[in-house]
Protein backbone atom coordinates (compact mmCIF):
# COMPACT_ATOMS: atom_id res chain seq x y z
CA UNK A 1 0.00 0.00 0.00
CA UNK A 2 1.64 3.35 -1.15
CA UNK A 3 2.21 5.36 2.12
CA UNK A 4 0.66 8.50 0.45
CA UNK A 5 -2.83 10.05 -0.62
CA UNK A 6 -4.07 12.89 -2.66
CA UNK A 7 -7.48 13.78 -1.35
CA UNK A 8 -9.13 15.38 -4.05
CA UNK A 9 -11.15 18.17 -1.30
CA UNK A 10 -10.84 21.95 -2.89
CA UNK A 11 -14.13 21.39 -5.63
CA UNK A 12 -16.74 23.77 -5.42
CA UNK A 13 -18.98 20.99 -5.61
CA UNK A 14 -21.34 22.75 -7.97
CA UNK A 15 -23.98 19.75 -8.53
CA UNK A 16 -24.31 19.41 -4.70
CA UNK A 17 -25.84 23.15 -4.52
CA UNK A 18 -27.61 24.41 -2.56
CA UNK A 19 -26.17 22.43 0.35
CA UNK A 20 -22.48 22.52 -0.78
CA UNK A 21 -22.91 27.27 -0.81
CA UNK A 22 -22.71 26.81 2.84
CA UNK A 23 -20.80 23.37 3.79
CA UNK A 24 -18.19 22.32 1.53
CA UNK A 25 -19.13 18.93 -0.49
CA UNK A 26 -16.46 16.92 1.37
CA UNK A 27 -17.94 18.43 4.94
CA UNK A 28 -21.57 16.78 3.55
CA UNK A 29 -22.51 14.28 5.99
CA UNK A 30 -23.84 10.44 4.20
CA UNK A 31 -24.77 7.88 7.47
CA UNK A 32 -24.55 10.53 10.16
CA UNK A 33 -20.86 11.43 9.08
CA UNK A 34 -18.97 13.56 6.90
CA UNK A 35 -17.94 12.18 3.48
CA UNK A 36 -14.55 13.04 3.99
CA UNK A 37 -14.64 10.88 6.91
CA UNK A 38 -15.32 8.07 5.70
CA UNK A 39 -12.65 8.40 3.04
CA UNK A 40 -9.87 8.87 5.38
CA UNK A 41 -11.00 6.24 7.54
CA UNK A 42 -11.19 3.65 4.52
CA UNK A 43 -7.22 5.48 3.67
CA UNK A 44 -6.28 4.80 7.49
CA UNK A 45 -7.50 1.36 7.69
CA UNK A 46 -5.86 0.13 4.78
CA UNK A 47 -2.14 1.92 5.98
CA UNK A 48 -2.05 4.78 4.05
CA UNK A 49 0.39 7.28 6.64
CA UNK A 50 -0.48 10.46 5.25
CA UNK A 51 -3.41 11.97 3.33
CA UNK A 52 -2.40 15.43 1.60
CA UNK A 53 -6.48 17.24 1.43
CA UNK A 54 -6.42 20.24 -0.96
CA UNK A 55 -8.77 23.23 0.11
CA UNK A 56 -10.21 26.18 -1.39
CA UNK A 57 -13.69 25.72 -1.41
CA UNK A 58 -14.99 27.39 2.56
CA UNK A 59 -11.41 25.76 3.37
CA UNK A 60 -11.30 27.22 7.06
CA UNK A 61 -14.33 24.47 7.99
CA UNK A 62 -12.35 21.46 6.12
CA UNK A 63 -9.11 22.55 8.11
CA UNK A 64 -10.88 22.58 11.35
CA UNK A 65 -12.22 19.42 10.81
CA UNK A 66 -8.93 17.39 10.16
CA UNK A 67 -7.08 19.32 12.69
CA UNK A 68 -7.44 17.05 15.59
CA UNK A 69 -6.68 13.62 13.00
CA UNK A 70 -3.63 11.40 13.81
CA UNK A 71 -4.14 8.68 11.04
CA UNK A 72 -3.57 8.89 8.55
CA UNK A 73 -1.53 12.40 8.97
CA UNK A 74 -3.01 15.49 7.65
CA UNK A 75 -1.44 17.88 5.47
CA UNK A 76 -3.45 20.76 3.60
CA UNK A 77 -2.55 21.65 0.01
CA UNK A 78 -3.58 25.21 0.03
CA UNK A 79 -5.37 26.33 -3.50
CA UNK A 80 -7.15 29.39 -1.57
CA UNK A 81 -5.74 31.20 -4.38
CA UNK A 82 -6.53 29.57 -7.43
CA UNK A 83 -8.53 26.04 -7.59
CA UNK A 84 -6.69 23.99 -10.07
CA UNK A 85 -8.36 20.83 -10.97
CA UNK A 86 -7.37 17.20 -9.99
CA UNK A 87 -4.28 17.75 -12.37
CA UNK A 88 -3.02 20.93 -11.53
CA UNK A 89 -3.65 19.71 -7.90
CA UNK A 90 -1.46 16.76 -8.05
CA UNK A 91 1.09 18.92 -9.67
CA UNK A 92 1.41 21.42 -6.84
CA UNK A 93 1.51 18.60 -3.83
CA UNK A 94 4.32 16.93 -5.79
CA UNK A 95 6.78 18.33 -3.45
CA UNK A 96 5.17 16.22 -0.84
CA UNK A 97 4.16 13.58 -2.70
CA UNK A 98 7.40 12.70 -3.97
CA UNK A 99 8.64 10.31 -6.31
CA UNK A 100 6.95 6.67 -5.65
CA UNK A 101 3.37 5.92 -6.48
CA UNK A 102 0.80 7.58 -4.68
CA UNK A 103 -3.40 6.60 -4.08
CA UNK A 104 -5.89 9.14 -5.48
CA UNK A 105 -9.39 9.65 -4.11
CA UNK A 106 -12.33 11.53 -4.49
CA UNK A 107 -14.51 12.59 -1.45
CA UNK A 108 -17.70 12.14 -2.77
CA UNK A 109 -16.42 8.40 -3.60
CA UNK A 110 -18.25 6.08 -0.85
CA UNK A 111 -18.44 2.70 -1.02
CA UNK A 112 -20.13 -1.01 1.05
CA UNK A 113 -17.01 -3.49 1.46
CA UNK A 114 -17.36 -6.62 -0.12
CA UNK A 115 -15.44 -9.59 1.72
CA UNK A 116 -12.09 -7.89 1.69
CA UNK A 117 -10.69 -4.38 1.53
CA UNK A 118 -10.98 -2.34 -1.64
CA UNK A 119 -7.98 -0.55 -1.48
CA UNK A 120 -5.75 -3.54 -0.04
CA UNK A 121 -7.05 -5.49 -3.56
CA UNK A 122 -5.90 -2.56 -5.39
CA UNK A 123 -2.45 -2.49 -3.33
CA UNK A 124 -1.75 -6.26 -4.36
CA UNK A 125 -2.77 -5.72 -8.00
CA UNK A 126 -0.35 -3.04 -8.53
CA UNK A 127 2.97 -3.91 -10.93
CA UNK A 128 4.51 -1.05 -11.50
CA UNK A 129 6.56 -2.22 -14.24
CA UNK A 130 3.10 -2.43 -16.53
CA UNK A 131 1.11 0.28 -15.14
CA UNK A 132 1.08 3.77 -14.83
CA UNK A 133 -1.73 4.22 -13.24
CA UNK A 134 -4.71 1.29 -11.66
CA UNK A 135 -8.45 2.86 -10.72
CA UNK A 136 -10.71 0.98 -8.49
CA UNK A 137 -14.28 0.53 -11.61
CA UNK A 138 -17.48 -0.39 -10.50
CA UNK A 139 -20.04 -2.21 -12.25
CA UNK A 140 -22.08 0.75 -13.79
CA UNK A 141 -25.39 -1.44 -13.14
CA UNK A 142 -25.11 -2.12 -9.78
CA UNK A 143 -23.65 1.52 -8.54
CA UNK A 144 -25.83 4.42 -6.90
CA UNK A 145 -26.47 7.45 -8.70
CA UNK A 146 -24.50 7.01 -11.98
CA UNK A 147 -26.74 9.41 -14.22
CA UNK A 148 -24.00 8.42 -17.35
CA UNK A 149 -22.80 6.31 -19.75
CA UNK A 150 -20.34 4.66 -17.87
CA UNK A 151 -16.11 5.30 -18.33
CA UNK A 152 -14.19 2.61 -19.19
CA UNK A 153 -14.28 -0.63 -21.19
CA UNK A 154 -12.05 -3.77 -19.49
CA UNK A 155 -9.86 -6.18 -20.66
CA UNK A 156 -9.82 -9.72 -19.45
CA UNK A 157 -6.10 -9.06 -18.27
CA UNK A 158 -7.69 -6.31 -16.12
CA UNK A 159 -6.72 -3.07 -19.33
CA UNK A 160 -8.66 -0.23 -19.46
CA UNK A 161 -10.20 1.38 -22.29
CA UNK A 162 -12.07 4.71 -22.96
CA UNK A 163 -15.55 4.56 -23.29
CA UNK A 164 -15.95 5.26 -27.04
CA UNK A 165 -18.56 8.19 -27.99
CA UNK A 166 -22.20 7.54 -28.31
CA UNK A 167 -22.15 3.93 -26.75
CA UNK A 168 -22.35 2.49 -23.07
CA UNK A 169 -19.42 1.24 -20.91
CA UNK A 170 -19.97 -1.15 -17.91
CA UNK A 171 -17.76 -0.07 -15.78
CA UNK A 172 -17.12 3.38 -14.02
CA UNK A 173 -14.41 5.02 -12.45
CA UNK A 174 -14.96 4.82 -8.07
CA UNK A 175 -12.54 8.26 -7.69
CA UNK A 176 -10.09 5.63 -6.24
CA UNK A 177 -6.78 4.20 -7.78
CA UNK A 178 -2.87 4.26 -7.36
CA UNK A 179 -1.13 6.42 -9.82
CA UNK A 180 2.61 6.96 -10.84
CA UNK A 181 3.82 11.11 -10.00
CA UNK A 182 6.20 10.43 -12.83
CA UNK A 183 2.98 11.35 -14.82
CA UNK A 184 3.05 14.85 -13.79
CA UNK A 185 6.81 15.32 -13.19
CA UNK A 186 7.39 17.81 -16.72
CA UNK A 187 3.74 19.62 -16.75
CA UNK A 188 3.92 23.36 -17.03
CA UNK A 189 0.52 23.90 -17.00
CA UNK A 190 -0.86 25.44 -13.56
CA UNK A 191 -4.39 24.20 -14.17
CA UNK A 192 -5.27 20.77 -15.96
CA UNK A 193 -7.96 18.07 -15.39
CA UNK A 194 -6.78 14.79 -14.45
CA UNK A 195 -8.97 12.33 -16.94
CA UNK A 196 -6.90 13.40 -19.85
CA UNK A 197 -3.59 11.86 -18.02
CA UNK A 198 -5.56 8.55 -17.51
CA UNK A 199 -6.76 8.20 -20.60
CA UNK A 200 -3.69 9.02 -22.53
CA UNK A 201 -2.43 5.99 -19.90
CA UNK A 202 -4.78 3.88 -21.80
CA UNK A 203 -4.08 4.84 -25.75
CA UNK A 204 -0.31 3.53 -24.52
CA UNK A 205 -1.95 0.33 -23.01
CA UNK A 206 -0.92 1.21 -19.17
CA UNK A 207 -4.14 2.16 -17.66
CA UNK A 208 -5.25 -0.87 -15.80
CA UNK A 209 -8.72 -1.13 -13.70
CA UNK A 210 -9.43 -3.36 -10.40
CA UNK A 211 -13.11 -4.17 -9.88
CA UNK A 212 -14.66 -3.03 -7.14
CA UNK A 213 -16.34 -5.76 -4.78
CA UNK A 214 -18.84 -5.05 -2.97
CA UNK A 215 -21.25 -1.57 -4.50
CA UNK A 216 -20.11 1.99 -5.05
CA UNK A 217 -22.50 4.71 -3.88
CA UNK A 218 -21.47 7.91 -5.75
CA UNK A 219 -22.93 10.91 -4.46
CA UNK A 220 -22.79 13.96 -6.42
CA UNK A 221 -25.79 15.65 -6.34
CA UNK A 222 -27.87 16.74 -3.31
CA UNK A 223 -30.91 13.88 -4.49
CA UNK A 224 -28.21 11.08 -4.46
CA UNK A 225 -28.05 11.37 -0.52
CA UNK A 226 -31.22 9.64 0.31
CA UNK A 227 -30.65 6.05 -1.74
CA UNK A 228 -27.07 6.50 -0.73
CA UNK A 229 -28.21 6.23 2.87
CA UNK A 230 -30.58 3.96 2.03
CA UNK A 231 -27.82 1.51 0.61
CA UNK A 232 -25.88 2.39 4.01
CA UNK A 233 -28.60 1.21 6.56
CA UNK A 234 -29.31 -1.89 4.36
CA UNK A 235 -26.15 -3.17 4.81
CA UNK A 236 -25.75 -2.93 8.06
CA UNK A 237 -28.78 -4.95 8.29
Not at 13 to 29: F, N, Q, Y
Not at 36 to 47: I, N
Not at 61 to 84: F, G
Request: net charge neutral; glycine share 8%; proline share 6%.
Amino acid sequence: MPDIAMVFAAGLGTRMRPLSDATPKPMIRIGGRPMLDHMLDRLAQAGVGTAIVNVHHLPEQIERHVAARTSPRIVISDERAKLLDQGGGIAKALPLIGDKPFVIANTDALWIEGPASNLARLAQAWDADRMDALLLVAASSTSIGVDWSGDFLMDADGRLRKRPEREVAPFVYTGVGIIKPQLFAHETREVFRLAPILFEAAGKGRLFGVRLDGQWLHVGAPEAIAEAELALARSAL
